[in-house]
């Protein structure tokens, strides 16, 4: 006789949400669906046509009176699509390009170096003070209220075997196992440890074992799911000892719990084993707080990373504290996305002229394949500048912080791959912040010489000292600063201590090569309060608790025991 499902029958969940591919616009965490966030490059330009028709045509409808206005309305839309969409950011020379679109931040750095430098001494000390201990709350971890098993003195026998596939990068794989845990108890399921499938884009050959510690990941969820390393030998006999002979069954992205119990829980009871690959966003956000409660397990305290990168980041964390003598230990850190396969799916240009243009082209047509030379698409630097959808350099993280009161003597601790042109961009970074580390600096050639290759682990290296920093700045989306600010929320009592800016403000800042220093530091001083405001945010239905632990995964101070 079967095991029951941990929900029984009946369950009602609510609706998964719309797939990612078509509610960029709307849902912060699209980004979840893989490391480049958006689909930034391309502008579909009948859309915007069709758009404004209907816009004018229904606003004629609706009131007669508009009638006569008409000319003018014809005449103004016009001349509103032009200014949106027919302009390019090359230049200004011609036809004057809108504020905001056009790369002009080494000009803005110019002006304002003389001002910084002055600043360099070390006065503000913005790390012992820069969150307001007034618009917090305190909030703990109380995982066990939501993962504790009523009427279960161990676990009901088990329904079958779950297999699942973990694709991307180090926190897209995190976000499959996670929900893999989450399915499997659901449907009262043995895990068996998730297979990472060799990505086209991170290339990391990494199995499980070399980037969490699988000992202590089975020991974690003992009491909640059994886990195991492998499939039984009598039962992949079964299968001709081939796992890819087990059923592969394709589930919807989002998936409500109801689905797996109706669809899957079948199959897996009559066949013994099933595969699910891929698994990535295969689980709705809202599901029963129980079983949400095994996505907080796994994700908060189960999976830890194995014994090498443990010893390796804590090593860095170390030194990064103690170079951070002049601010009391307290360090600042930035996920840098500056890559050149990042900054060619991002469509932005910056100051490189044809020659960027030519390795951007070459980049994109290497990794995407024609993706972005489609028949009636057109690629719009200046509108995803103004947009906040390009990524931020060096130079231009390093202008946000110094006119957020970062003084030299900030420790900066940098987590990024391998930056795009890094001799031209990083320079001045640098020379804004003398006191700059990363993980070639804090480790020798030797110890990080069995991560080389592996950018899964290399990212752990990274996720761990930013995950101690006092100050986290994330400047383009994906899923590691997604995870990375859930993570610091559960850590630091429910504030993320996260500096998240407003990439369409920087834009127009940066683009304005005659402003104030005085109105420079006003408005990103305004940006870090609002960062502050926003560090506690409590979980919307359609939001992911990888991000937004509370209340699913997290209780206030007052409210545990």
């Known amino acids: 006789?079967?095991?029951?499902?941990?929900?029984?029958?009946?369950?009602?969940?609510?609706?998964?949400?719309?797939?990612?591919?078509?509610?960029?616009?709307?849902?912060?965490?699209?980004?979840?669906?893989?490391?480049?966030?958006?689909?930034?490059?391309?502008?579909?330009?009948?859309?915007?046509?069709?758009?404004?028709?209907?816009?004018?045509?229904?606003?004629?409808?609706?009131?007669?009176?508009?009638?006569?206005?008409?000319?003018?309305?014809?005449?103004?839309?016009?001349?509103?699509?032009?200014?949106?969409?027919?302009?390019?950011?090359?230049?200004?020379?011609?036809?004057?390009?809108?504020?905001?679109?056009?790369?002009?931040?080494?000009?803005?750095?110019?002006?304002?170096?003389?001002?910084?430098?002055?600043?360099?001494?070390?006065?503000?000390?913005?790390?012992?003070?820069?969150?307001?201990?007034?618009?917090?709350?305190?909030?703990?971890?109380?995982?066990?209220?939501?993962?504790?098993?009523?009427?279960?003195?161990?676990?009901?026998?088990?329904?079958?075997?779950?297999?699942?596939?973990?694709?991307?990068?180090?926190?897209?794989?995190?976000?499959?196992?996670?929900?893999?845990?989450?399915?499997?108890?659901?449907?009262?399921?043995?895990?068996?440890?998730?297979?990472?499938?060799?990505?086209?884009?991170?290339?990391?050959?990494?199995?499980?074992?070399?980037?969490?510690?699988?000992?202590?990941?089975?020991?974690?969820?003992?009491?909640?799911?059994k886990v195991v390393r492998e499939l039984p030998e009598d039962l992949l006999l079964q299968f001709g000892n081939n796992i890819s002979s087990i059923v592969n069954l394709r589930v919807k992205a989002w998936s409500s719990p109801t689905y797996y119990l109706l669809k899957v829980l079948p199959k897996l009871k009559e066949l013994g084993a099933v595969r699910i690959a891929p698994f990535s966003n295969r689980l709705a956000h809202s599901v029963p707080p129980n079983i949400q409660g095994l996505r907080c397990l796994c994700n908060f305290e189960a999976l830890r990373f194995s014994e090498p990168i443990r010893m390796l980041a804590a090593k860095m964390v170390d030194q990064m504290v103690k170079k951070s003598s002049k601010t009391s230990g307290r360090y600042v850190s930035v996920h840098i996305r500056f890559e050149e396969d990042m900054v060619a799916f991002s469509c932005c240009t910056y100051d490189g002229g044809e020659e960027e243009k030519h390795e951007m082209d070459i980049a994109r047509e290497r990794s995407w394949r024609g993706k972005f030379r489609r028949t009636g698409r057109v690629i719009r630097p200046g509108v995803n500048r103004i947009d906040g959808k390009c990524p931020l350099t060096p130079l231009e993280v390093g202008m946000m912080l110094r006119g957020m009161g970062f003084d030299n003597y900030t420790s900066l601790y940098v987590a990024a791959g391998k930056i795009y042109k890094a001799e031209k961009y990083m320079t001045p970074l640098k020379q804004m912040f003398p006191r700059l580390e990363s993980k070639d600096t804090l480790a020798t050639t030797e110890e990080l010489a069995p991560f080389e290759g592996h950018s899964s682990r290399l990212a752990a290296l990274d996720y761990t000292v930013c995950l101690y920093s006092e100050a986290f700045v994330t400047t383009q989306g994906g899923n590691f600063p997604h995870f990375l600010v859930g993570h610091r929320r559960y850590l630091y009592e429910g504030h993320a201590k996260t500096i998240k800016p407003d990439k369409r403000k920087l834009a127009l800042l940066f683009d304005s090569p005659d402003i104030r220093w005085k109105d420079f530091k006003s408005q990103l001083q305004e940006m870090l309060r609002h960062s502050d405001t926003k560090g506690i945010e409590l979980k919307k239905p359609s939001s992911s608790l990888y991000t937004f632990p509370m209340p699913d995964c997290m209780c206030k101070h007052a409210d545990v025991n």
């Open 1 to 225: 006789m079967h095991g029951l499902s941990r929900l029984g029958n009946g369950v009602n969940s609510p609706s998964p949400p719309s797939s990612p591919r078509f509610r960029h616009a709307r849902n912060k965490n699209a980004a979840f669906g893989g490391g480049f966030p958006g689909d930034s490059c391309e502008v579909k330009l009948q859309n915007y046509a069709e758009k404004l028709g209907f816009m004018i045509v229904s606003a004629v409808y609706r009131r007669r009176g508009v009638l006569l206005f008409a000319p003018l309305l014809y005449i103004s839309g016009m001349l509103l699509y032009m200014g949106a969409l027919g302009f390019d950011a090359s230049g200004r020379s011609g036809t004057e390009a809108p504020l905001g679109s056009v790369y002009r931040s080494p000009q803005v750095f110019e002006k304002l170096w003389p001002l910084m430098e002055a600043e360099n001494n070390g006065s503000s000390n913005l790390l012992t003070n820069v969150w307001n201990p007034k618009l917090h709350q305190v909030w703990k971890p109380c995982i066990a209220h939501t993962v504790s098993q009523e009427g279960f003195t161990e676990l009901p026998k088990s329904n079958g075997y779950l297999i699942i596939e973990a694709n991307g990068g180090l926190n897209q794989q995190r976000l499959s196992i996670c929900d893999a845990v989450a399915v499997a108890g659901l449907l009262n399921a043995t895990l068996v440890i998730p297979i990472f499938h060799l990505n086209s884009v991170w290339r990391d050959s990494s199995k499980f074992r070399d980037i969490f510690d699988e000992d202590f990941f089975i020991y974690a969820l003992r009491n909640h799911v």
